[in-house]
């Protein structure tokens, strides 16, 4: 018989943080109430989420960093948008924080997930947060919920 590990979806008693960047906050200001609402729907406290600002999407894997070396939380979700402008800019905000965050999970062994858009236009982010595409904040949220459920079984 294959050992297999399958986390479910419910958590209880686990600490996360959710890390919100305020550029963009029309729509990561969503994301954030998704995450919120898929957490607290499938068993998190409010008093077990903590939420964190920070100004824009490349601060995200700096306060992720410190939060995770904390060893205070069992997970951290990283809500952000960076939407394709008419200069690189953009791009190098995305590419850093897309590489940081990968990074930071490496080094702590924390799961801090990637819920970041990176969308080619301001449209394509409405519809990622909570119209069309249904909204990543959730989708950010579960995958927490299975990172930290998966971590429990492997401990
Ligand atoms: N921050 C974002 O989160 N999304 C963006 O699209 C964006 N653009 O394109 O400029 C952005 N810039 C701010 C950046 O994240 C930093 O907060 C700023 O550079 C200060 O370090």
Known sequence: MIKTYKADL???????ALICSRFNEFITGKLLDGA???LTRHGAKENELEVFW????????YLASKLAQ???????????TVIKGDTS????IAKEVTKGIAQ???ATGIPVIYGILTPDTLEQAIERAGTK????????ALAAIEMVNLFGQIK
Not at 54 to 61: H, R
Not at 70 to 79: G, R, S, T, V
């Open 104 to 106: 930071i999970s490496l």
């Open 133 to 140: 595409s249904g909204n990543k904040g959730r989708d950010a």
């Open 36 to 38: 919120i609402d898929t």
């Open 54 to 61: 920070v100004p824009g999407s490349f601060e995200i894997p």
């Open 70 to 80: 904390k060893k205070k939380y069992d997970a951290i979700i990283c809500l952000g």
């Open 10 to 16: 419910v958590v209880k008693g686990k600490k996360i």
């Open 89 to 92: 800019h953009w791009e190098h």
